[in-house]
């Protein structure tokens, strides 16, 4: 019902920032709850950040306060801006559609921090 395809990511320095997209196609934006998750080597997937179609928004408690997720159903994207970021973010990151249980995933996008 719909595809997802993440952009953004890359190789930034401790303190620094990225914005990750997240185009959607094949469906209306707005038929679902959106997220972003992330997965380190040797680690579990972890829901990183979510925004219901409404604009509501829940994040883990290591990412509060630095990064933030925002969407345009019109455009039917999503974005995660992430500033102040840590070597402990880096991950790949992968956009979520969620509509009740059913799930959708984009490819993923690496980010990497690092000096």
């Known amino acids: 019902q719909v595809q997802l395809v993440e952009s953004g990511g890359g190789l930034v320095q401790p303190g620094g920032s990225l914005r990750l997209s997240c185009l959607a196609s094949?469906?209306?934006?707005?038929?679902?709850?959106m997220g972003w998750y992330r997965q380190a080597p040797g680690k579990q997937r972890e829901l990183v950040a979510t925004i219901r179609s409404g604009g509501e928004t829940n994040y883990v408690g290591s990412v509060k306060g630095r990064f933030t997720i925002s969407r345009d159903n019109a455009k039917n994207m999503v974005w995660l801006q992430m500033n102040s970021l840590k070597p402990e973010d880096t991950a790949v990151y992968y956009c979520?559609?969620?509509?009740?249980?059913?799930?959708?995933w984009g490819q993923g996008t690496q980010v990497t921090v690092s000096s």
């Open positions: 094949g469906s209306s934006l707005r038929l679902y709850a």
């Open positions: 979520n559609a969620r509509r009740s249980d059913n799930y959708w």
